[in-house]
């Protein structure tokens, strides 16, 4: 498999930016500034990232609750975000939609979604529009374990299907819906779903940035070539609870723990990167202090920026009313 | 300018607006049907009342665009298409069928502009039937607009006639923000003139079908013909009535009812939807915070019981709001005196 050096590199300062993005999170929340609830994507880079290296601007995605990473991968602004999460007139989203609804439709970033399931259906749509408006755009959902139960998700397995859409179902499978585990919640296999619907399955190692990169080249250009929707099941962990503030009493002691120190998707890239040449780490050195600094600098700027106002209640509900 | 029936009125909207739009596009069960039987494609149904028929002769299989009995999925998929560049209209066929797909509707196409801080469109529009009278029970004779108007985001029409059907859901489809249109399934047959090109009918601008001095009544749907029906019998009993069609709940046109309250004094509202929290409880807290003054009797609802709809048709009858039990409200708000201090 061969990779460009410049998306290597893009991908690499992408799951390190979306690693430091959720780490400082996990940090501010605990002082209590963040309004509302935060879920983080740790351990889960290589995944979006690995997906979204094959989509440009005109491609669709919709992420989950869960969705910093989405966003990050597919391009937002991480200064626009982090003053969204704060609430801030500066966010992506004026302050109105908060860390569930971070959305750019003009980077064809559909939205994370506070609502489990509610992205495989507008997927279907964002296809739809791909298929009719033939801009050889393909439409991605990422869900979980969790969203893989949803009726609304086994419906769109089928519409996209029988519409024979340009749509592909990313379901990132870190083992917990909530608090329950996914041995215990999930019926059958994704494969055999996959199976069920007559849809092309593909599957990966999570952790593995290289592993997800090959396995969503083959799923996306499956169906960006017509041949209608397929599934990549990607298997990783989450790092942290479902929520922040979530104390994990249903995860043995000691399996985080194992997550990061032998799956941790930045370690084994650089491992990857190092054995067989392929960047420098000087280069990834400076990758990391480098995102590290904008991270810095986008905390400082949204616990700066202004606040919504009164006016801004009313606003944007309709275009015209 | 020719007679057309309410579902000519609606075909000939969408076909008008096709032709108009590349865009615009139709989805829902059975819309062309006859997808995977026996014959082939072909127009066999044209949806099951048959308001969408001759459209995928015309349109051709991309833009007319049957669906599996998915509810979730399709209505997903047309917010979904509408956030992304189409101007999709999906057909839920009857508006109770809103309890497969919900979500949908209600946390993501109404919420996506707000949410997104004013960086989305979703021109979608909802076709769906709704109302009693046509012994299709209680999962498939609801009148559910108060569910839709209760959601900010939404707009809401509810057209009264064959013209009016037409003019608003061209308007509709030209709209930027997700529409809920709804149709009440006992009118299709229904016939008036109606101009053969296109035209457009503002929403949150109310219709005033009598002009009267002593009672203002407000209908919805249906209920403005049943209303027209009283006013007109009551004149020759000579009370005189305003009937007011206000088009669409949602937005409303306030401004107009609180006018013509102002003018009379005394007020009917006529919804046929279950009779808690539905528009005529939402126009009578209007009057009642804006026009306390200007009331010379208490407000009158005329409205359904707070049950599900029967099937028999005796019940049925007995369930719907009526011409006759529109008259004795008039008649008792028109009588109402206020009793002297003493």
């Known amino acids: 498999m061969q990779i460009s050096r410049d998306i290597l590199t893009r991908s690499y300062q992408a799951m390190r930016t979306i690693r430091e993005f959720e780490e400082r999170l996990h940090v501010e929340f605990a002082t209590g500034e963040i309004p509302g609830f935060v879920h983080l994507y740790c351990g889960e880079e290589a995944s979006g990232v690995g997906v979204c290296a094959h989509l440009g601007k005109t491609d669709t995605i919709a992420s989950t609750h869960r969705g910093h990473g989405h966003c990050i991968a597919k391009g937002v602004a991480v200064d626009g975000m982090m003053?969204?999460?704060?609430?801030?007139?500066?966010?992506?989203?004026?302050?109105?939609?908060?860390?569930?609804h971070i959305a750019d439709l003009s980077l064809g970033m559909l939205g994370a979604n506070g609502i489990v399931g509610g992205g495989p259906p507008l997927i279907c749509g964002a296809a739809l529009s791909h298929k009719l408006l033939k801009d050889n755009g393909v439409a991605v959902a990422f869900y979980g374990d969790g969203a893989s139960n949803e009726g609304s998700t086994l419906e769109s397995l089928n519409l996209a299907t029988v519409w024979h859409l340009p749509a592909v179902f990313v379901v990132e499978d870190n083992g917990y819906g909530e608090a329950t585990g996914s041995s215990y919640a999930c019926a059958g296999t994704q494969k055999d779903r996959a199976a069920g619907f007559g849809m092309p399955y593909?599957?990966?190692?999570?952790?593995?940035f290289f592993a997800v990169?090959?396995?969503?080249?083959?799923?996306?250009?499956?169906a960006r070539s017509g041949k209608g929707p397929a599934m990549l099941h990607v298997h990783l962990a989450r790092w942290y609870g479902h929520f922040e503030g979530d104390a994990m009493s249903y995860r043995v002691n000691g399996e985080v723990t194992k997550e990061r120190s032998e799956r941790d998707c930045l370690v084994k890239f650089r491992q990857r990167a190092a054995d067989v040449s392929l960047l420098e780490a000087s280069v990834l050195d400076e990758i990391d202090a480098a995102v590290k600094n904008e991270i810095d600098a986008a905390v400082v700027a949204a616990k700066k920026a202004p606040l919504p106002e009164a006016e801004d209640l009313t606003r944007d509900v309709y275009v015209s009313y | 300018m020719s007679k057309k029936s309410f579902r000519q009125a609606i075909n000939e909207a969408l076909r008008q607006e096709m032709r108009r739009d590349p865009r615009v596009i139709i989805m829902g069960e059975d819309v062309a049907g006859g997808r995977g039987g026996t014959s082939g494609v072909q127009d066999a149904w044209g949806g099951v009342l048959g308001v969408t028929k001759g459209l995928l002769t015309e349109f051709g299989e991309d833009r007319v665009l049957d669906t599996p009995i998915s509810e979730a999925s399709y209505i997903g998929a047309a917010a979904g298409a509408a956030a992304t560049g189409l101007r999709p209209v999906a057909e839920l066929m009857f508006v109770d069928f809103v309890g497969c797909c919900l979500d949908q509707i209600m946390n993501q196409a109404a919420k996506f502009r707000y949410m997104f801080g004013g960086k989305a469109r979703t021109p979608l529009v909802i076709r769906a039937m709704y109302g009693a009278g046509f012994n299709a029970a209680a999962q498939h004779s609801q009148a559910l607009y108060p569910l839709f108007t209760h959601i900010p985001g939404l707009k809401v029409v509810v057209p009264s006639s064959p013209y009016e059907a037409k003019g608003l859901l061209i308007q509709a489809i030209r709209d930027d923000d997700p529409v809920i249109f709804l149709e009440n399934k006992v009118m299709y047959d229904e016939?008036?003139?109606?101009?053969?090109d296109p035209y457009t009918i503002p929403f949150g601008e109310a219709n005033l079908t009598r002009e009267g001095n002593d009672v203002t009544i407000v209908a919805f749907g249906r209920m403005v013909g049943f209303a027209n029906q009283a006013a007109d019998r009551l004149e020759k009993e000579g009370i005189s009535c305003t009937v007011i069609d206000p088009r669409t709940t949602s937005p409303l046109d306030?401004?107009?009812?609180?006018?013509?309250?102002?003018?009379t004094g005394r007020l009917v509202i006529v919804d046929e939807s279950s009779p808690r929290c539905n528009l005529a409880t939402d126009v009578a807290a209007l009057v009642a915070e804006e026009a306390f003054d200007a009331l010379?009797?208490?407000?009158?609802?005329?409205?359904p019981p707070h049950t599900p709809v029967p099937f028999a048709t005796i019940l049925e009858n007995l369930?719907?709001?009526?011409v006759e039990k529109i008259e004795a409200a008039v008649r008792s708000v028109a009588a109402y005196r206020v009793k002297e201090e003493v």
């Open chain 1, 213 to 222: 990169y090959e396995a969503a080249e083959e799923a996306i250009s499956h």
């Open chain 2, 296 to 303: 010379k009797a208490p407000i009158r609802r005329v409205v």
């Open chain 2, 254 to 263: 306030s401004g107009t009812i609180l006018d013509c309250v102002a003018d």
């Open chain 1, 202 to 208: 593909f599957e990966c190692d999570g952790t593995d």
């Open chain 1, 83 to 100: 003053a969204e999460i704060y609430g801030r007139r500066t966010g992506v989203c004026r302050g109105k939609g908060g860390s569930m």
């Open chain 2, 319 to 322: 369930y719907l709001p009526s």
């Open chain 2, 191 to 196: 016939e008036e003139d109606v101009p053969d």
